[in-house]
């Protein structure tokens, strides 16, 4: 079967919520800076719990020194096994390019800024309102200090979060309910939350 990596720009994405991989097939590659100290206790409780993951400690500092790793390494797994996957979890649209010649060469590469964007990984459609904005809520108490800061990319994240997405209707219904229970202010476009705190 083929492999599937995830490969975790760290110094990019420091809240990312390892529940969707667990119990799946997915081998985790979390990308740390040279200098980068700290890494959140509750991360790296949820990366040991996986089983098949491992971090990459990059050599040296510089200018996208991270990113360039990143891509060394799928450059070498993608040599050895052809059939492979990979997904970067990253923010940093300057790995676009670069993804796009690499599915040139019919490899099956994308990057996201959550793991919820993996279509496999999606949510399945929660049952009535209160599970679906249940769902909403937790995924964003996840992700820490990475969550959107503008509407428009809330409104984005919500509509993906499920596997059969959402209207923009049902998106509009869940933004109204979290501004009505007061876990979100918006101020124009830009958005500030007020979340219960990561479980």
Do not use: C, W
């Amino acid at each position: 079967m083929a492999k599937k990596y995830i490969l975790i720009d760290y110094e990019n994405v420091k809240a990312v919520d390892l529940e969707p991989i667990v119990d799946k097939p997915y081998h985790l590659m979390v990308f740390v800076g040279a200098s980068q100290s700290k890494i959140s206790t509750d991360f790296a409780m949820q990366v040991q719990d996986l089983g098949t993951a491992e971090y990459v400690r990059i050599s040296g500092n510089g200018h996208n020194a991270l990113d360039f790793h990143i891509a060394y390494m799928i450059g070498r797994l993608a040599e050895r096994e052809p059939d492979a996957s990979f997904h970067i979890v990253s923010k940093d649209r300057g790995f676009d390019p670069l993804i796009t010649y690499i599915r040139g060469g019919n490899i099956d590469i994308d990057r996201v800024g959550d793991l919820y964007e993996i279509r496999a990984l999606r949510l399945p459609k929660a049952s009535g309102d209160e599970g679906t904005m249940d769902a909403v809520v937790k995924n964003l108490a996840n992700q820490g200090s990475s969550k959107p800061r503008r509407l428009r990319t809330l409104g984005r994240m919500i509509g993906s979060l499920f596997k059969d997405g959402l209207s923009d209707e049902e998106v509009q219904s869940v933004i109204g309910q979290l501004k009505a229970r007061g876990h979100i202010v918006v101020d124009q476009e830009k958005v500030s939350y007020n979340l219960p705190r990561r479980r």
